[in-house]
Structure formats: C-alpha cells, structure tokens
C-alpha cells in the first residue's frame, strides 16, 4: 500500500488543522493505521493510533485531548484533527500503516509510511 499525507502548514498558536492519509494499493481499512512526528534534531515519535476494527484508540499523553483520530468518509483516508496547537507541536507529521496493533506506539510496528506533512507553529 502506498500511503499520502497531506494538510499540513503553518498556523498560529491556538489553530486548528486536518491532515488526512490517503493510500492507494489497498484502503486503509484494512490495516491499523498510526501517526506519528518527527521534529528537528529529535525522534519520531508516536501521535495516535486507530485499529482497523475502529475501536481501542490511543493518543500521545502530549496531545491528547487536542487530537482526534478517525477513518475518513472514504474507506482509504485517515485523518487527523488537531486542535489548540502549540510550538511544540511543530514537526513533520506521518502517516503508517500496519498488520499488527500489538505495539502501536513503536515505530517499527508499522509497515507502511507516507511521505510527511509539515506543521508549523507560529507563538
């Protein structure tokens, strides 16, 4: 499966974006699907996690309650609301797909990435 994320930008502190992952090969529904940041100088780290059952999400203790995960209206997207973003916030953003849930923080748990979205965020 190839995967696609896009929506990313810059936006002010205490903005909101969307950033959605389209794949194409197979839809996403058929795989648990992550995403993760990567900002300069650090590692990527894990943002939020949908199984392909649709149920047992996870978010990073960072933003949780600031991001939604959910599958798209149509069955290859995943999307991404975030919501009162802050400069720390900012980082390349992924999209992954993956066979196995069982560690959905892990990075080497998925199979399949997207290219990254940049996020910005201006104070």
């Known amino acids: 499966v190839q995967l696609q994320a896009y929506g990313g930008g810059l936006v002010q502190a205490g903005g909101s974006l969307r950033l959605s992952c389209a794949a194409s090969?197979?839809?996403?529904?058929?795989?648990?699907m992550g995403w993760f940041r990567q900002a300069p100088g650090k590692e990527r780290e894990f943002v939020a996690a949908?199984?392909?059952?649709?149920?047992?999400?996870y978010y990073a203790g960072s933003m949780k309650g600031r991001v939604t995960i959910a599958r798209g209206n149509a069955r290859n997207t995943v999307n991404l609301e975030m919501n009162s973003l802050k400069p720390e916030d900012t980082a390349v953003y992924y999209c992954?797909?993956?066979?196995?849930?069982?560690?959905?923080?892990?990075?080497?748990?998925?199979?399949?990435w997207g290219q990254g979205t940049q996020v910005t965020v201006s104070s």
């Open positions: 090969g197979r839809t996403t529904s058929a795989y648990n």
């Open positions: 992954a797909a993956a066979n196995s849930y069982r560690d959905y923080r892990a990075a080497n748990t998925y199979n399949y």
């Open positions: 949908i199984p392909w059952t649709g149920s047992n999400i």
